[in-house]
């Protein structure tokens, strides 16, 4: 649905760009399958809204609306849903990488999962029954392995649990900007610190870039996005950094002293605050979609051999205490 719509709005600068008419672009539109959308529109412009207002109000993408929102304040109708859309799109191109890269060790703790399941609650059973039957006592070792057995789905789904809460927790906490959660996590965690810290950067980073290609100088960027800021998660971050320049602080030094950027954000602010030429954070904003893609490769190289080891271990544990036992019971039949 998402991927639809993004592809109308593509359909919407197109025709736009070339020149045609509101109207002409929404029949145009309702001819290629997107016609559902266009009453939509046409629904509200009978309403007496303008093309702000309907854009906003459409199920777009929640980023787009975002970004479209603030963008629709600095450049035309054209650009700023272009600009937005780029956004989206490239956010989409590196979740889709993310996601291939990451199927594989999903698939193989699912498969660990479910194997773990069917042996805890099928597989032991039916040997606890074997054993039984045959009158076969249970080393210690037997016991300890059968106990481990047990433990092994009970310690995936804790960690599973623990994991999705943790990342509710933080997104909830961004998303409504609860900065005492956001400074708890920030103080009293490192790699959610830096996941937090790497997060505010790239957001601002996007915001500051697209008026700095502009121009625009320091104190009227942080003007514009505290004025312009509707609806986004760094509405309060900016406010911080407008509060604290004016009142006469440098932007260097509060960006510097700003605890949710990260080191090479600010580094790349400094070299920009330096510098006449490259006015730009557009190499920030790569260098950090490059860090994201490389975490995510390291992360992969590691937890795929431990899930291997776990998947190995687990096989013997149950060879050793199911299989071994099973095969000396035949052999003294």
């Known amino acids: 649905m998402k991927n639809k719509l993004l592809n109308f709005i593509d359909l919407l600068i197109f025709f736009f760009n070339q020149g045609y008419s509101l109207q002409e672009t929404l029949d ?44 629709k304040n600095e450049f035309t109708l054209e650009t700023a849903l272009k600009k937005s859309i780029e956004i989206c799109k490239k956010r989409d191109e590196y979740k889709n990488i993310f996601l291939k890269k990451l199927a594989y060790p999903i698939i193989l703790l699912i498969f ?6 069917f042996t805890v609650f099928y597989l032991l059973p039916q040997v606890e029954i074997l054993f039984n039957d045959f009158d076969i006592q249970k080393s210690f ?48 965690t490192h790699f959610i610190k830096k ?21 625009y100088d320091t104190t009227s960027i942080i003007e514009t996005l505290y004025d312009k800021i509707t609806d986004s998660d760094i509405k309060m971050t900016v406010y911080e950094l407008y509060r604290l320049i004016v009142n006469g602080h440098d932007f260097n030094l509060a960006v510097n002293d700003f605890p949710y950027f990260s080191d090479d954000f600010k580094k790349f602010i400094s070299i920009i605050q330096n510098s006449h030429e490259n ?26 051999p431990l899930i291997y080891g776990f998947v190995a271990t687990f096989v ?4 050793v205490s199911i299989i071994i036992p099973m095969m000396n019971v035949v052999s003294n039949l």
Do not use: R
Request: aromatic share 18%.
């Open 279 to 304: 006015q730009s954070l557009e190499n920030y904003i790569q260098l950090t979609f490059m860090q994201l893609n490389q975490f995510v490769s390291k992360f992969i190289k590691i937890i795929v």
């Open 28 to 71: 145009f539109c309702s001819l290629l399958n997107y016609e559902k959308e266009v009453k939509e529109i046409k629904n509200y412009l009978n309403q007496g809204l303008s093309l702000d207002e309907i854009f906003i109000m459409l199920p777009f993408p929640t980023l787009f609306k975002e970004y479209y929102s603030f963008f």
């Open 195 to 215: 996941l937090i810290c790497k997060y505010y950067s790239l957001k601002f980073a996007i915001y500051y870039n697209e008026l700095l290609i502009q121009h």
């Open 112 to 117: 660990l999962f479910v194997f773990s399941i």
């Open 316 to 319: 013997i544990v149950v060879y």
């Open 141 to 188: 070792i037997i016991q300890c392995l059968f106990v481990l057995l047990h433990a092994i789905p009970i310690f995936l789904t804790l960690i599973t649990i623990i994991n999705i809460i943790l990342m509710i927790f933080i997104y909830q906490s961004i998303a409504k900007q609860k900065f005492n959660q956001i400074d708890f996590l920030i103080n009293h």
